[in-house]
């Protein structure tokens, strides 16, 4: 059972969040929908990251106007909103499967020229327009494995990889050719606040291939 001061706490945490979407997107972006295709492809639900977790696993990020990021499995673009509100001055694409939740994201994105929302399946992108790649848990452990195949296989340059939310499936890149550990944390609390009702891990990857 989860502490009651905890809950209260990460519900205050998400009326936070709701109010600076509706600054940035015009509404709000954090009500969970659940996935349809998960029995199916291992796309796991629409689940918004907080924006003081997002401060915390993108603290980093110095994207400048010739990079190019991509949210895979972006849900309505919580993480797009971030970059867009701190001025994100480069090229910022989000690809998402579920056509409800993609249809949100085009719809309040439409606003902001540099960022393209993309209704589709992960797997059919080419990933060399890319340099940094942010991922919030979009896929179950299996299709994550199949995921970071297809990227090692078809990947021309180095990348930078945002992981939030790893705890099933991050182990799976320990050691591996071409995979560097930049950072790997817990989350729980932010700015005061438990924004997770549980804790959370995210890390942060370097992958070169092999031909670079």
């Known amino acids: 059972m989860i502490n009651p001061f905890i809950s209260l706490s990460n519900r205050i945490s998400c009326a936070l969040d709701n109010k600076r979407d509706l600054k940035i997107c015009g509404e709000k972006l954090g009500v969970f929908v659940p996935s349809p295709f998960g029995e199916d492809i291992g796309a796991t639900g629409c689940q918004s990251a907080p924006y003081n977790g997002l401060d915390i696993v993108l603290r980093d990020l110095d994207l400048k106007p010739?990079?190019?990021?991509?949210?895979?499995g972006c849900g309505k673009g919580r993480a797009i909103a971030y970059l867009v509100g701190n001025g994100c001055p480069c090229?910022?694409?989000?690809?998402?499967?579920n056509p409800e939740v993609a249809s949100v994201a085009s719809r309040w994105t439409r606003r902001y020229p540099n960022v393209?929302?993309?209704?589709?399946?992960?797997?059919?992108?080419?990933?060399?327009?890319?340099?940094?790649?942010?991922?919030?848990?979009?896929?179950e452990p299996d299709a994550f494995i199949c995921f970071i195949s297809l990227l090692e296989m078809s990947l021309e340059h180095p990348v930078k990889l945002y992981y939030y939310a790893d705890g099933q499936s991050g182990y799976?890149?320990?050691?591996?050719?071409?995979?560097?550990?930049?950072?790997?944390?817990?989350i729980y609390r932010a700015k005061g606040y438990y924004i997770h009702k549980i804790p959370q891990r995210y890390s942060v990857w370097t992958y070169t291939p092999e031909n670079c």
């Open 66 to 72: 010739e990079d190019s990021f991509i949210d895979i």
């Open 91 to 97: 090229r910022i694409t989000g690809i998402e499967i």
């Open 116 to 139: 393209e929302i993309i209704e589709g399946d992960a797997f059919g992108l080419d990933y060399n327009d890319y340099n940094v790649l942010f991922m919030y848990r979009p896929m």
């Open 172 to 186: 799976y890149l320990n050691e591996r050719p071409g995979w560097d550990l930049i950072e790997r944390r817990d």
